[in-house]
């Protein structure tokens, strides 16, 4: 995939983690607190979470360090 900030070719990878924590997003610089992660709030779908894991599927440009990964934010 070329980046569309710098148009230099992206990098394909995973983001991954223990499983511990679902990942959450969201808007402005505080994360999400216990209500949003009790109602779902901001839990970024594209993470699959086969047993203790999750994984998302993401491009990765070194050369201007942005990351892109498709997703739905549940509500």
Same mark, same amino acid.
């Given at each position: 995939? @070329?980046?569309p900030y710098c148009n230099q070719e992206m990098q394909r990878g995973?983001?991954?983690?223990d499983g511990r924590s679902r990942v959450y997003w969201k808007a402005g610089r505080k994360k999400s607190g216990f209500i949003d992660k009790l109602c779902g709030r901001g839990k970024i779908k594209a993470a699959n979470y086969p047993l203790a894991t999750f994984t998302i599927e993401?491009?990765?440009?070194?050369?201007?360090?942005?990351m892109i990964f498709e997703?739905?934010?549940? @509500?």
């Amino acid at each position: 995939m @070329e980046c569309p900030y710098c148009n230099q070719e992206m990098q394909r990878g995973i983001i991954s983690g223990d499983g511990r924590s679902r990942v959450y997003w969201k808007a402005g610089r505080k994360k999400s607190g216990f209500i949003d992660k009790l109602c779902g709030r901001g839990k970024i779908k594209a993470a699959n979470y086969p047993l203790a894991t999750f994984t998302i599927e993401a491009d990765y440009c070194a050369a201007c360090k942005k990351m892109i990964f498709e997703t739905d934010i549940s @509500e």
